[in-house]
């Protein structure tokens, strides 16, 4: 069975950073290419400036037979020199490449989380049923795209001017005397290779912190939803404790990165003052024997000073590549899962007009392998017929409408619309086919119209109280302050159980589509609400096809057919009258109703 998970990998693929970031840097090229160059030579400007030190020495003081009016006219042009440095190159190459940077960055982030959540939006409920929402809304705005941008500002921002900031002073050193660049140089070679062992285990420490902060963000998530249930079942105290927890588990993955990141901090640090020392006593020896004169020492010896601060910045580049590439990875998992019900290469324009019957052939379908649910189910449905699942809870009729939508894909047989297998439709095509009225309906946090106007965007007031009094819903519309203008809380929380469904069924009627599919649409409602609602359904439905799914089967005693779902497959099918003069479930579920009733 195909599963939701990250294609296998080819044997030289690509890493994540070359496939999804990579073409987005090169979109913004001109952008970072200016941010780099600029800020380069703002550090350069930088390592000049920590030498003014030794120009002052050898041009202004220390020289012999000059003198003090031309004494202060070197000190002017030596001054002139440092202001123009300092405040051109330094303040405003500076500034002006941050601003080029933060454009770029803030398009880059911007595309990759736009295309993140494009791409999980699109994926099937395969992989939603494997990942939270809360997690995945940890990927878009908690630390893998900061990860992503620290490092990529830190590259621009920083690491240009550190490197060439490094290269500037190693090469002032080398004009000095090439035996103190030489023992530098070696210095700096291990230090780099000390950072690139350390980012070896800060890209798995924090990988880990990622993925426990993705698990506790949907654990999280899902407290805050259920806040209703856990003080209808007085869960607080648990609660908190179980968000403790998780909390606790943050707070320890948080502490390890650190402090693992601030022992090498340490590490490098230390080296510096060892190389340092290693500097001082080169000096000596060097300046005794006569190869270099104090002012090349004192230069050395600031110089020196000056590259500690453009060597941490390379460090902290590796850090920060260590965080950014275990982002990218995770984040490169997702982007790369593929769909398990994809689109084809050349879609059907749309689903034949004519609309031919619905049917499922030797259908076999399960949501876990080896565990079908259906089991060699063929069934067809006329145009314009109604027809009803009925069953114990848990047959499988939801299921079967899924199939029906496509969200899942049979694992055996096929489902078609006409003699189309419905693999053949763009999933968007299909599902604006069918208006559905979920048996969990979704309403969204915003307002009643926007909530109608999922099922058709373009629909006016006009038609949107139309398919509202169909629904029986305009009356408490109507009642509520701003009317459609009215906001209705998360998930719908600030209308009843049947206000909540009567909006999904004006929703689906608003869709006017040639399917319609009505999964427990009226169960939260009284007898007459329903009574009134099913009337209109009928009245509204016309030639067009309409499954119903319902537990209180008077309802479905209109249906043309009606199949009895039991065990993974049809138990019976017929029509109401044809079921009830037959022995069987359907009796036995009609007969169990009345005594009830
Ligand atoms: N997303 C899912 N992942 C795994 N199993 C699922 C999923 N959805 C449903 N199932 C399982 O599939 C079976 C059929 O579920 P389905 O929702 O189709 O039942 P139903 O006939 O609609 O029941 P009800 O009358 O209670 O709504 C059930 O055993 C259920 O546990
Ligand atoms: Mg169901």
Not at 203 to 228: C, H, M, P, T, Y
Not at 230 to 247: G, W
Not at 373 to 384: F, K, M, Q, Y
Not at 387 to 411: C, E
Request: net charge positive; proline share 4%; with cysteine.
């Amino acid at each position: 069975m195909p599963d939701s998970s990250p294609s296998p990998a080819a044997p030289a693929r690509p890493s994540a950073f070359r496939r999804h970031v990579w073409p987005l840097l090169l979109q913004n090229r001109v952008l970072i290419a200016g941010a780099v160059v600029l800020v380069g030579l703002s550090g350069g400007a930088v390592a000049v400036q920590n030498v003014f030190p030794k120009w002052l020495f050898s041009y202004v003081l220390d020289v012999e037979g000059v003198a003090t009016a031309e004494r202060w006219r070197r000190l002017a042009w030596l001054a002139a020199g440092y202001l123009v440095l300092t405040s051109i190159v330094r303040m405003m190459f500076w500034h002006v490449g941050y601003r080029l940077f933060t454009r770029a960055r803030e398009q880059v982030i911007f595309a990759l989380r736009g295309k993140f959540f494009r791409h999980v939006n699109h994926l099937c409920l395969r992989f939603h049923g494997a990942h939270s929402s809360g997690e995945l809304f940890s990927y878009l705005f908690g630390s893998p795209l900061r990860a992503v941008m620290d490092f990529f500002q830190h590259a621009t921002m920083n690491l240009p001017g550190s490197v060439v900031g490094v290269l500037v002073t190693l090469a002032l050193f080398w004009q000095w005397d090439w035996v103190i660049a030489s023992l530098l140089m070696v210095t700096a070679g291990f230090s780099v290779h000390m950072m690139m062992r350390a980012r070896v285990r800060i890209e798995k420490i924090q990988k880990d912190f990622q993925r426990v902060e993705g698990d506790v963000s949907g654990q999280v998530a899902d407290l805050l939803r259920g806040n209703k249930a856990v003080k209808l079942h007085a869960m607080e105290t648990k609660v908190a404790q179980d968000f403790e927890l998780q909390a606790d588990m943050i707070r320890r993955k948080s502490y390890e990165r650190d402090i693992y990141s601030h022992v090498e901090w340490i590490k490098q640090e230390g080296l510096t003052y060892v190389c340092y020392a290693l500097l001082m006593a080169a000096c000596t020896w060097r300046f005794l024997t006569g190869h270099i004169d104090l002012g090349v020492v004192a230069a050395c010896l600031a110089a020196y000073l000056g590259l500690v601060g453009p060597l941490q910045g390379v460090f902290t580049a590796f850090t920060l590549w260590a965080g950014a590439s275990a982002a990218l990875e995770r984040i490169g998992a997702v982007l790369d899962t593929a769909t398990t019900t994809p689109d084809p290469a050349a879609p059907a324009d749309a689903v034949p007009a004519t609309r031919g019957p619905i049917a499922l052939e030797r259908v076999t379908f399960g949501y876990e392998p080896g565990r079908p649910v259906l089991r060699d189910v063929s069934l067809v449905i006329a145009p314009g017929e109604r027809v009803a699942f009925v069953g114990p809870s848990g047959a499988g009729k939801t299921t079967i409408t899924q199939l029906l939508l496509r969200l899942y894909d049979p694992q055996e047989g096929v489902v078609r619309i006409g003699d189309a297998d419905l693999r053949s439709f763009s999933t968007r095509t299909l599902r604006r086919h069918f208006g559905v009225v979920p048996q969990d309906p979704f309403i969204f946090n915003t307002t009643l119209r926007d909530n109608l106007r999922v099922a058709r965007p373009d629909a006016d007031d006009a038609a949107i109280r139309r398919a509202c009094e169909q629904a029986n819903a305009w009356g408490f519309i109507a009642a509520l302050p701003g009317g459609l203008d009215a906001r209705v809380g998360e998930g719908g929380s600030m209308l009843s159980g049947g206000q909540r469904q009567r909006l999904a069924i004006a929703r689906a009627l608003l869709a006017a589509t040639a399917c319609f599919i009505f999964d427990e649409a009226t169960s939260a409602l009284d007898t007459l609400s329903e009574k009134l609602i099913s009337e209109a359904i009928e009245h509204n439905l016309g030639d067009r096809t309409a499954i119903f799914i319902a537990h209180r089967l008077a309802t479905v005693k209109h249906c043309d057919r009606i199949f009895v779902l039991s065990g993974g497959g049809i138990a019976q099918a017929g029509s109401y009258a044809e079921l009830m003069a037959r022995e069987g479930l359907f009796q036995d579920l009609v007969r169990g109703q009345q005594l009830r009733d």
